[in-house]
């Protein structure tokens, strides 16, 4: 059974910064694709960003820049690290895995991010 588990969410001020964690088990991160989506209330789901398994990480116009999404192979965990914070950034993020060649197949619970300005 593949499980994983957000982490880190809270309330920031604007221009903060904020580290998600999102751990695996039942997977090894390593060997598909993580993303990070976000949900603001109202609104549609949208991706974040994403790290493959040989390390390249597009993310969205949205956050470029500020958002970066690194990952610690040693504890099966990848790391949403949040910069200079905007109010836009508020919603409940998740993690999401795909083995290679599949879709975003597993989700974590969420965790709710809140940017005050």
């Known amino acids: 059974q593949v499980q994983l588990v957000e982490s880190g969410g809270g309330l920031v001020q604007a221009g903060g910064s904020l580290t998600l964690s999102c751990t695996a088990s039942?997977?090894?991160?390593?060997?598909?694709?993580t993303a990070w989506f976000r949900q603001a209330p109202g609104k549609e789901r949208e991706f974040v960003g994403s790290?493959?398994?040989?390390?390249?990480?597009p993310y969205a116009d949205s956050v470029k820049g500020r958002f970066t999404i690194p990952r610690d192979n040693a504890k099966n965990t990848v790391f949403l690290q949040m910069n200079s914070t905007q109010p836009e950034d508020t919603g409940v993020y998740y993690c999401?895995?795909?083995?290679?060649?599949?879709?975003?197949?597993?989700w974590g619970q969420g965790t709710q991010v809140t940017v005050s300005s």
């Open positions: 039942g997977r090894t991160l390593s060997t598909g694709a």
């Open positions: 790290i493959t398994r040989s390390g390249i990480t």
């Open positions: 999401a895995y795909g083995d290679q060649g599949e879709g975003y197949k597993y």
